[in-house]
Structure formats: C-alpha cells, structure tokens
C-alpha cells in the first residue's frame, strides 16, 4: 500500500499514534540506558573514566530528550510509512535499528566514541533482518546471499579508504575505526547498492552540517569582535606585558608539556562521523521508496 494512502486508513492513523507514544518511550529509555551502561563502553582503549561518566548523569532527558522524542517518532512513523501493511516484522525491526542509531548518534556527538556494544547490536540486528529478508523471499534489501557481506565490505572499505587518504594527504587518521566498524554493522542491513546509497548520504549530510557550523562560527565572530582597549593606550600595553612576561616566563614549559599531551593523545583532528552513518541509515530505512525513485530519475537523466 502507498504511504500516504496508508497514512489515510484506520489502522494507519492508529499506527501514528503509536508511533509518537513508542518515541517518546524509546527515547525515554535510551536516554536511561546510555546513563546506566559501565562507564567503560564510552572510553577509548584503556581509558580512564571521568567523573562524569562514573556520576550516572551523563544525559539528561530535558531539553535534548524532548527533541530527541520528537525526531524518534517521527523516523518511526516514516519508517512505518514505508513498511506497512504486510510488513510488520520489517517495521519492527527497523524500528529497534533506528533507537540504537540515535543511540550511537547521541554517544559520539557526547563522548566521541561509538561503543563497541551498540556496534554489534546493530550488527546482530543486521543480521536478523537480512536472514528474515533473504528466507521470506521478499528482496526488499537483500535480492541474493551475498549481498549483506558486499554491504559490509563496501561499507567498513569506504572508512578505510578515507582514513588512508586523511594519512597520506593531512598526516593524521581520517576515520577512528568505531565508523570502520559502524559502517560495516550498516552494511550488512542495507546490502549492496543499498551501501552506495547510504555512504551518499551520510557523505552530503556531513558535508551540509560542516559548511553550517563553519558559516555560524563565522557569524559569531563578526557579531562579538575582540575589543580593543582606547583609553590611556601606553600604560595599559606596557602594564598588560609585564604581567604576561611574569606568568609566562613561570608556566611556558608546563604549558608547552600539556599543549604536546594533548596534541599526542588527540592524534589529529576528530570528525564525529558516527551521526552522520546513523543518520544515512535511518534515512535509508525511512525513506526508502522515495530515495530509489530519485535514484531511478536521476539515472534516466543518462
């Protein structure tokens, strides 16, 4: 059935409203969940937890929560949209795909790390649907066997390529190998082209998003300039240099030591790019019918 004849229906308009209720819950719980996991599944490798993370008070559902809410149950009622009537189990499963990519979203723009744990959930669940999409029969993401393999392969290979291309033109890792792990866990729900696509989108949304935050740090520097100091400008630079000349001289070297800590441990410039994956997938998964029907009009063009 067509989504928005869907959307028209009875059972259609009762699935609405409990796609809004299961968002607001979902979210709810995943904001518990992510508040409750050990501290160590949001460190790196032998990483001491902070006080924050052992606090149990790392997301708080106000205001991020309702938002959150908001956008979850409106993914869940595209997604259903798209997977309606004959297609229950899809839906479902689809929704738990999308909570645990919020999920993972909300854990790498928080802490930059995508925990190993949520990594292989969404594999599992991978798994799940292209075992159910292969036997059924339905070849809705899957047409052959190997296709989730060539959608992880593609998926987990095109992380590799860009970390390999940041080495060799910037001196310093592209991608942390969580996106490596993310994209393969994706791959295996999308399958193959369905890879090419999402790698796509989560490419032009990670662009989209990078040119906003640089044209908005451009706008507030332009509103809020450093001020210049008018009045009695000689006795104000002389005093201003001699007590920087004094704090300098005592702290350069412990500053110069913890600015090279933590140049060393940063390791280069990190790209959250765990949302921008969770966020190509759940548009996959949502907008399904119509990002193939732009992908057939946009090849017709040739």
């Known amino acids: 059935m ?58 708080k559902y106000v205001p991020s929560g309702i938002i959150m809410s908001i956008i979850t149950a409106v993914c869940l009622v595209l997604c259903r949209l798209q997977f309606n009537k004959g297609y229950d189990i899809y839906f479902i499963l689809f929704s738990l795909v999308i909570v645990v990519s919020l999920m993972i979203a909300i854990c790498d723009v928080k802490y930059t790390i995508i925990p190993d744990q949520f990594t292989i959930a969404l594999a599992l669940l991978g798994l799940i649907v292209s075992v159910y999409d292969l036997v059924r029969g339905f070849g809705i993401l899957h047409t052959a066997w190997w296709s989730p393999i060539a959608g992880a392969a593609i998926g987990a290979g095109t992380m590799i390529l860009i970390d390999l291309i940041g080495m060799l033109i910037y001196k310093r890792t592209g991608m942390g190998f969580g996106d490596v792990k993310l994209f393969a866990a994706v791959g295996l729900i999308t399958g193959f082209p369905g890879t090419i ?31 210049e100091t008018v009045a009695d400008p000689e006795s104000s630079v002389l005093q201003t240099a001699a007590e920087t000349n004094d704090a300098g001289l005592q702290s350069e070297d412990a500053q110069t030591e913890e ?36 992908t057939e009009l946009y090849l017709n063009l040739f």
Request: net charge negative.
């Open 197 to 227: 696509l999402s790698v796509i989108i989560s490419m032009i949304t990670g662009m989209i998003c990078f040119v906003i935050i640089l044209l908005a740090a451009k706008i507030l520097a332009a509103r809020h300039p450093a001020q």
């Open 2 to 59: 067509q989504p928005l004849q869907y959307l028209s229906t009875t059972g259609g308009m009762i699935w609405t409203a409990v796609c809004v209720l299961a968002g607001v819950l979902f979210t709810w719980l995943s904001y518990r969940i992510i508040n409750v996991i050990p501290a160590s599944w949001l460190c790196d490798y032998g990483e001491t937890p902070g006080a924050e993370l052992l606090s149990g008070q790392r997301v």
């Open 259 to 294: 600015t090279q800590e933590t140049e060393d441990e940063k390791g280069g410039f990190y790209l959250a790019f765990g949302p921008y994956i969770a966020i190509s997938l759940i548009c996959y998964l949502c907008l399904y019918d119509w990002i193939y029907h732009l």
